[in-house]
Every structure is written in C-alpha cells, then in structure tokens.
C-alpha cells in the first residue's frame, strides 16, 4: 500500500539496491533519476538496458513537469499525462490535488479514454473480438455503446488467500445474469482465469481494477448497474 505508480519519493537511493534486483528496485532508480544521476550510471549498476532506463527517465522529467505547474496544469499537459500512462491519483499526487478533482478537471476537458479491440491474431485478418482496452492514444472507439450492460468487477490475479474459487464467483454472477436476460461486462486483468473465457460475458475489458477505470468504463458503457464480486 502507498505505492503511486513509479515513484521517486517512495525509497531513499542506496547503492548496493541498485546493483541488487529485489522488489524495491523500481522506486530507488526512481529516485535516482530524479537526483539526476545519469543513465549511463544507472546502467552500469542495474544492468538495464539504457532503452528502458531511458523510458523511466521520461517519465520522472514529466513527473517533474507536472509538480512544477502544480494546480494550473493545462490542457495539453493533461492530454500528454493520459497519454504517457499517468493515472488521475499520479496527476493529483504531483500536482498537490485530488483523484476526484483530477477527474472532474479532465472530464471538463473532454479528456476520456478510447475503447479498442485487442487484436487476437496479430493482424494476420480482420478480426473483430470482445477483448477490449482502454486507451488515450486513439482518435475513436472501435465498438458502440448501446448501454443496458450490467459490470461485474473481477478479483484479478492470483495470490495468497485468493485464486480461482474467488473467481467462479463472478463466474456464477455473470452467468446468472446471462440466464435473466442481462448483458454483461467483465472487468479483469487475469488472462489465466476463467472469467475472462471468450464466452463469458458479452465484453470483456483486460484493465486494472481501480476507482478510476472502472467508473470510465461504467460511464462509456452507460450501464444499468455493476456488481463487485
């Protein structure tokens, strides 16, 4: 708990972290970077490759970007942050604000995700699946939004004290739902579990379980209700 994403205030820089793959690691190159140590340093202790680090250095120099303009973040910024991968709670977190503030501020922006199509065969033909995901690198939604779907939120991957039984729950949930004459739509982002089986439910996004994605997709989607299992 406490994480944000990657966060260069989370760890303090310790040398022998570095040179050490442990869990940690993540957030003392984090805040490496953020102490402007260089990427050919950071190289020669993690053994990274300087394609990646690089990729981490952008995104602490736009973090920092963010906390510099604190509550006047403007438009474009906002649009880059989405595009970048930064979620609303990073956004209020650099920007010295709140989840819910970041939300009504983006949406006041017209600033929302874009639903595509996972493509299951690698473009190899057309193929038109119920395997959807979020993005903000798009210029339109791949599918339509009747509404009338029912959400049933997943328990995600597997851990202790959690597998497969929590997730025949929603299994059961969303069948029963089938069998009252409901539309479905899962949320999970397991691909080894049963409730994200093609035939499941009616569509099925691969996303993170959060506050934030869940509610975008309960207001694209227009649904009747959501169910967390």
């Known amino acids: 708990s406490g ?3 990657f966060d260069p205030d989370l760890h303090p820089i310790r040398e022998e972290e570095l040179t050490q793959p442990t869990d940690k690691r993540p957030f003392v190159l984090a805040a490496a970077l953020k102490a402007n140590h260089s990427v050919d340093y950071l190289h020669e202790h993690t053994k990274i490759d300087k394609w990646f680090l690089n990729k981490m250095k952008n995104i602490i120099e736009f973090q920092e970007k963010l906390e510099k303009s604190g509550n006047c973040i403007t438009p474009k910024q906002m649009l880059q942050a989405k595009q970048l991968g930064f979620s609303d ?4 977190s650099a920007t010295g604000s709140t989840e819910l503030v970041v939300r009504k501020q983006r949406q006041e922006l017209n600033i929302k995700p874009y639903v595509k199509q996972i493509d299951t ?5 057309p193929a038109t699946t ?4 979020l993005t903000y690198n798009a ?6 939004f009747p509404g009338g779907f029912t959400i049933v939120v997943g328990s995600g991957v597997y851990r202790i004290g959690s597998s497969v039984e929590f997730d ?4 059961g949930c969303l069948r029963e739902l089938r069998n009252l ?3 479905t ?3 999970n982002y397991n691909p080894e579990t049963v409730s994200t089986d093609y035939d499941m439910s009616d569509r099925l996004y691969f996303e993170e379980i959060s506050f934030e994605v869940v509610m975008d997709i309960y207001e694209l989607e227009l649904c009747e209700g959501i169910i967390l299992s």
């Open 3 to 5: 994480v944000n994403g």
């Open 89 to 92: 709670k990073q956004i209020a």
């Open 121 to 125: 065969v690698a473009g190899e033909w």
């Open 130 to 133: 119920n395997y959807l995901y």
């Open 139 to 144: 210029s339109e939604h791949d599918i339509n």
């Open 168 to 171: 025949w729950c929603a299994v």
């Open 181 to 183: 004459g409901k539309s």
């Open 185 to 187: 739509i899962m949320i």
